[in-house]
């Protein structure tokens, strides 16, 4: 069992700026993979941010690229998200997450076996 907690969501305003962490339980030398979702009322979740611990290929959605960057401290088994040039459309709840590595990372939240709790990020404009 993998446990997840997330932590760094709050409210700020457009164009600014958030850090979240994700600390998880797991302490395995074996590949995996990490990603941040988020889903807000009435949407389906989505992939935001994905990757293999140990280097390789990263996952961005096409809405956040450019503007968040995902990076995992295998070290301290933490995963974070930085959020720049935030929008009132990047609201929502974010979760971290953790699944197989099978050579890739799957993007699909149905891929992911274990979740955190969330954390709130709001956006105003």
């Known amino acids: 069992q993998v446990q997840l907690v997330e932590s760094g969501g709050g409210s700020v305003q457009a164009g600014g700026s958030l850090r979240l962490s994700c600390a998880a339980s797991?302490?395995?030398?074996?590949?995996?993979?990490m990603g941040w979702f988020r889903q807000s009322p009435g949407k389906e979740r989505e992939g935001v941010a994905i990757?293999?611990?140990?280097?390789?290929?990263?996952y961005y959605g096409d809405s956040v690229k450019g503007r968040f960057t995902i990076s995992h401290d295998d070290a301290k088994n933490t995963l974070y998200l930085q959020m720049n040039s935030l929008k009132p459309e990047d609201t929502a709840m974010y979760y971290c997450?953790?699944?197989?590595?099978?050579?890739?990372?799957?993007?699909?939240?149905?891929?992911?076996?274990?979740w955190g709790q969330g954390t709130q990020v709001t956006v105003s404009s």
């Open positions: 990757l293999p611990t140990g280097g390789g290929a990263i």
């Open positions: 997450a953790s699944g197989r590595y099978v050579g890739y990372c799957a993007t699909s939240a149905t891929d992911f076996a274990y």
């Open positions: 797991r302490n395995t030398r074996s590949r995996y993979c």
